[in-house]
């Protein structure tokens, strides 16, 4: 006979590991600390500064200017990197050559030099006279201290967001979905384009958002290839920094607090169809 | 085959059934002839002309730039940084994956959410929410400074803004290791009579050594080299709050060039070993985890 | 659609996986490739598909040379082990897949796409779940879509690797009996590779056992249980037992003991005589006979499986009798093979 006692509130799970009190308790003390408060910080200072005001704030023509550059670069330079992450992927992944490896550990430089240093030398190679600028400025193609700059500093800094979450689902596909395109007398661009491309499409959503959160956020790099004109080129993170600068507290919590918002909305909104395409298809990234 | 420099990655089979599952020889080369002039453009020259301009005046303008005493302070504050920074989060990260990795509880998912936060948040932001909570308008403000006690524009604000930033590093590559891992190996040296720190010791902290090393080495990367953040709390005074960072674009902006490439000569040198290091370390960590997978 | 292998050989590096191997295989027949992992089954069956292509040899599809075509050409069917089902289409465009993507001259309006995927659904018994994905449908649902994906093309011949290998027992003979069903109501011409002999022999018009590379023995369920031409068929068919026997005289002995068995027209010499456990007569006495003692002796089903130390033998021989002889062990027993083979080396 079983006798079925009733479900009690368990706050975690019976283990004999040791140390999960202690283990928690640093986790929960230091993420308060350095995380928590100062974040609340920036919350409880911009609800001080009441609606209308902070409205003010947020719809200055600038500061929407500003915004509106920061996002669309980031979006238009995540799009980038989605198309040349997965070409990169694809071809790390598929294929054998010489000097794979090398650029395989390559596709991590802009996770480990400092924004700083990329900045300047996007910019010196990208000026007028730089390497690569002095071959664009004859075909009228003006990057650096334009907005393409900041989109070019955009998709060095993404790029390893893409090719890192697409390349370990790649490297999983089966072989035999690809086999059973061909079997059913599909082309190779057609199983690329409907069978392959599609699968990935979790990973790629992924991969896209976090280059794209990176690029919203993004300042060192970007702001020596910008040029920094007010409404035409100047970023969101930069008219916080000039804000600061004028000890313009109000202004600057402000800009941060929307940015905050906007990007907390789109990695729920992101999280929400990841968590969907689990339930439908099995599978997320 | 084997003279094919761009084999398909399973080779052994003949030409045409490389058809069916691989493209034909002309699409792979223009593949990865056109990721190579990506990778070039994008990630190579990048780093090339850091160390072309640092040395266009030759060597000694660069030792020259180098030996510069604020530079060196520069160098000197940057490692101070880290030194603290990167401790503190290994230990922070540790606790957090054990927590994690090794226990079941509520609100496990939304505890990790937490950790991921300073990633999605811009570096310029992690700054400013120290100037609002320690600024001279603050609520803080007042009372540290009628005690003395400087954060901002100093050593403390700048080591606060670079553990913010650099949080996650450490616990995000112990997660997964550790949960990977599982509990058993754990569970049998308890049952032979291990306590919990030798269990720790001598079990748990062999096994996730090289993910360990891994998180250590990217968390000191984006600590010495953390800008944005560290440029909002730090000031900008020269010779005692100028992290390296902050130092090349001070010199960049003085339109001293060979003295800022100079300095990021020696970030894009950190960067590479990094890279290196890594990517040793991901030829030995597969096999560990392959290893573990096996039985 | 009638299929000819003709001296197929095919490599991997240095060792051969088949060796000059020939096969017809009739139009409408349903023919089971079996043996052991490693016999070159499966590599023999992608080299049909044309997911393989051959060292040396052609393969016909009637009187075309298929061997010069890729294998989008070939109108084949493959089921995969795993299904391979893509998992980001529902069963509907999983199944329409193939008629999908042909070139717009051959590509049937879609009307026509669906209808013909839907009565292929309605066939594998799946109807209602057209709207399903791969990761909402149980093992043996996903074999069907699989199935019905591989004849939406109406294929020369219909290939299918390890078909009921992933899936539990109960399911398994299910199925089997199943695609039994469909193969009689479409009359593809099918080809399956397993390596579970029950499932070759109740299921298939016709076995091919294959070892090494090569093909054992080519017949019906029957002919291959019943006359087995090798050793490794033999021993690689149901149970059977091996002795090392001496013809003389037209008669078999076991060392210097005539086993009352008359093989008249054998080579003398030495043999290894070859017979099933319940292939034999139980005898009173032993004028003639193999006689052991009982050392093992267990109940399965109707039949008692015994197991002897035969005398002049150090080799473990067993029987099956009848369930209610008794034979506890220590009883000997005599008895004389009576369907028995002679292989020699």
Request: glycine residues 8%; proline residues 5%; neutral net charge.
């Amino acid at each position: 006979m079983t006798i079925s006692l009733p479900q009690r509130w368990q706050f975690r799970q019976p283990s004999v590991i040791p140390g999960f009190g202690l283990a928690l308790g640093v986790t929960l003390s230091w993420l308060i600390l350095v995380i928590l408060i100062p974040l609340s910080g920036l919350a409880w200072r911009s609800s001080t500064l009441g609606w209308s005001t902070f409205w003010t704030l947020a719809t200055d023509q600038r500061t929407l200017n500003a915004l509106k550059i920061s996002f669309g670069t980031a979006f238009l330079a995540a799009l980038a990197n989605v198309v040349f992450g997965v070409l990169l992927a694809w071809v790390l992944v598929r294929y054998r050559f010489f000097g794979r490896r090398v650029i395989d550990a390559m596709v991590d430089l802009p996770f480990a030099l400092p924004t700083a240093v990329a900045g300047i030398a996007l910019t010196t190679l990208y000026a007028p006279n730089g390497w690569i600028g002095s071959l664009l400025t004859p075909l009228g193609l003006k990057v650096a201290f334009t907005p393409l700059g900041i989109v070019f500093a955009l998709i060095f800094v993404g790029l390893p967001f893409v090719v890192r979450t697409v390349q370990p689902i790649m490297e999983e596909i089966d072989r035999e979905v690809e086999e059973a395109a061909a079997t059913l007398g599909a082309t190779r661009f057609q199983t690329v384009s409907r069978v392959l491309l599609p699968g990935l499409a979790p990973a790629v959503l992924t991969g896209f958002a976090l280059a794209f959160a990176r690029g919203v956020g993004e300042y060192g790099s970007v702001i020596f290839i910008a040029g920094n004109l007010p409404y035409v080129s100047e970023i969101a993170p930069l008219l916080i920094v000039i804000r600061l600068e004028e000890f313009n507290y109000p202004a600057a919590t402000a800009i941060a607090a929307v940015m905050l918002i906007i990007s907390f909305v789109m990695l729920l909104v992101i999280n929400s169809i990841q968590a969907w395409s689990r339930r439908r298809y099995g599978y997320g990234a | 085959m084997a003279h094919d420099a761009v084999a398909p990655a399973s080779s052994g089979t003949s030409e045409m059934v490389r058809s069916a599952t691989s493209e034909s020889r002309l699409a792979r080369y223009g593949l990865i002839a056109l990721s190579l002039a990506f990778v070039g453009l994008f990630l190579v020259l990048p780093l090339a002309i850091v160390f072309t301009e640092a040395l266009r005046k030759g060597p000694g303008a660069f030792f020259e730039a180098i030996a510069d005493p604020e530079t060196w302070a520069a160098i000197r504050l940057t490692l101070l940084v880290a030194a603290i920074a990167v401790p503190l989060n290994l230990v922070f990260g540790i606790a957090a994956a054990w927590a994690i990795a090794k226990f079941e509880f509520k609100g496990k998912a939304f505890l990790t959410t937490l950790i991921d936060l300073p990633f999605s948040v811009s570096p310029v932001i992690s700054g400013l929410v120290f100037v609002l909570l320690f600024g001279s308008h603050s609520l803080l403000g007042p009372w540290l400074s009628s005690h003395g006690i400087k954060v901002l524009f100093a050593v403390p604000g700048i080591v606060l803004a670079t553990v913010f930033v650099t949080f996650p590093f450490v616990a995000r590559e112990l997660i997964p290791l550790m949960q990977e891992q599982g509990t058993s190996d754990e569970e049998a040296a308890l049952s032979l009579g291990a306590s919990g720190w030798q269990t720790f010791w001598y079990v748990t902290l062999p096994n996730i050594k090289w993910g360990l090393l891994y998180g250590v080495l990217l968390c000191n990367a984006r600590a010495m080299g953390e800008f944005g953040a560290v440029s909002v709390v730090s000031g900008h005074i020269r010779g005692m709050t100028n992290t390296m960072p902050l130092q090349v674009e001070i010199l960049y902006n003085e339109y001293n060039f060979i003295g800022a490439f100079a300095v990021a000569t020696l970030l894009a040198l950190l960067a590479l070993v990094t890279l290196v290091i890594k990517s040793l370390l991901e030829f030995k960590f597969s096999a560990q985890i392959a290893a573990a997978r096996k039985h | 659609m009638e299929v000819r292998v003709q001296d197929i050989r095919k490599d991997f590096g240095r060792f051969p996986a088949l060796d000059k191997v020939s096969l017809d295989i009739r139009s409408g027949e349903l023919i089971a490739l079996l043996g052991p992992s490693g016999s070159g089954k499966t590599t023999l069956l992608r080299l049909i598909a044309g997911l393989e292509s051959p060292t040396d040899g052609t393969i016909f599809f009637g009187d075309d040379d298929a061997s010069k075509k890729t294998v989008q050409e070939r109108n084949i069917g493959f089921v995969f082990q795993h299904y391979a089902l893509f998992r980001h289409m529902t069963v509907i465009d999983n199944v329409a897949f193939g008629l999908k993507v042909r070139p717009s001259s051959r590509r049937p309006a879609a009307a026509d796409i669906r209808k013909r995927a839907e009565d292929l659904i309605d066939l594998v018994q799946l109807g209602g779940l057209e709207k399903r994905y791969p990761a909402q449908l149980s093992g043996g649902q996903r074999q069907r879509v699989a199935l019905a994906r591989a004849m939406a093309v109406e294929p020369n011949v219909l290939l299918l690797d390890e078909p009921f290998g992933a899936l539990d027992a109960q399911v398994r003979k299910e199925l089997r009996r199943w695609l039994r069903e469909i193969h009689d109501r479409t009359g593809h011409t099918t080809v399956f590779v397993t390596h579970d002999q029950d499932e070759a022999l109740e299921l298939a018009d016709r076995v091919v056992v294959m070892s090494k590379g090569r093909i054992e023995q080519v017949g019906t369920p029957d002919e291959i249980y019943d006359t087995p031409n090798s050793p490794f068929v033999f021993g690689f068919i149901g149970q059977s037992n091996t002795l090392p026997v001496r013809v003389e005289n037209g008669q078999l002995w076991l060392e210097d003991r005539s086993i009352g068995v008359s093989a008249p027209g054998e080579r003398q010499g030495p043999a290894e005589l070859y017979f099933r456990p319940h292939d034999i007569d139980l005898l009173d006495g032993c004028g003639g006979c193999l006689a052991g003692v009982v050392t093992l002796s267990r109940r399965v089903a109707g039949t008692r499986h015994v197991e002897l130390d035969i005398a002049g033998s150090t080799r473990r021989i067993e029987i099956e009798l009848p369930s209610d002889v008794a034979a506890t062990p220590g009883t000997r027993i005599a008895f004389r093979p009576n369907r028995w083979r002679l292989f020699r080396s």
